[in-house]
C-alpha cells in the first residue's frame, strides 16, 4: 500500500493539528496502521498504532491522553489528531502499515511508509 501523510506545520505549545495519511490501494482496511516519529539526533518512536477495524488503539506514554488515532476505512485514510501540543512533539511525523497487530511498537515490522510530515512546535 502507499502511503501520503499531510497535515504537519508550525504550531504553538498548546495548539492542535490533524494529521492525515491517506493509503492508496483496496486493503487498506485490512492493515494495522501506526504513527511513528522521528526528531533530529533521535531515533525513530512509536507514537500509536490502530487495529484494522479501527476497535483498538495503542499510545506511547508521551502522547496519551493527548492524541487520538483514528481510521476511516471508506476514504482509505487514518488521522492523528494532535492536542495540547508541547516542544517535544516537534519531529517528523510518518505513517506506515503493517499486516497483523503484533509487535505495533516496533517499527520494523511495518511493510509500508509515507514520505512524512513535518510537526513543528513552538514556545
Known amino acids: 500500500v502507499q502511503l501520503q501523510a499531510s497535515g504537519g506545520g508550525l504550531v504553538q505549545a498548546g495548539d492542535s493539528l490533524r494529521l492525515s495519511c491517506a493509503a492508496s490501494?483496496?486493503?487498506?482496511?485490512?492493515?494495522?496502521m501506526g504513527w511513528f516519529r522521528q526528531s533530529p539526533g533521535k531515533e525513530r518512536e512509536f507514537v500509536a498504532a490502530?487495529?484494522?477495524?479501527?476497535?483498538?488503539?495503542y499510545y506511547a506514554d508521551s502522547v496519551k491522553g493527548r492524541f487520538i488515532i483514528s481510521r476511516d476505512n471508506t476514504r482509505n485514510t487514518m488521522y492523528l489528531q494532535m492536542s495540547s501540543l508541547k516542544l517535544e512533539d516537534t519531529a517528523v511525523y510518518y505513517c506506515a502499515a503493517k499486516g497483523g497487530s503484533s509487535y505495533y511498537r516496533d517499527g520494523r515490522t511495518y511493510n509500508d511508509w509515507g514520505q512524512g510530515t513535518e510537526v513543528t512546535v513552538s514556545s
Open positions: 490502530i487495529s484494522w477495524s479501527g476497535n483498538t488503539r
Open positions: 490501494g483496496r486493503t487498506f482496511s485490512s492493515y494495522t
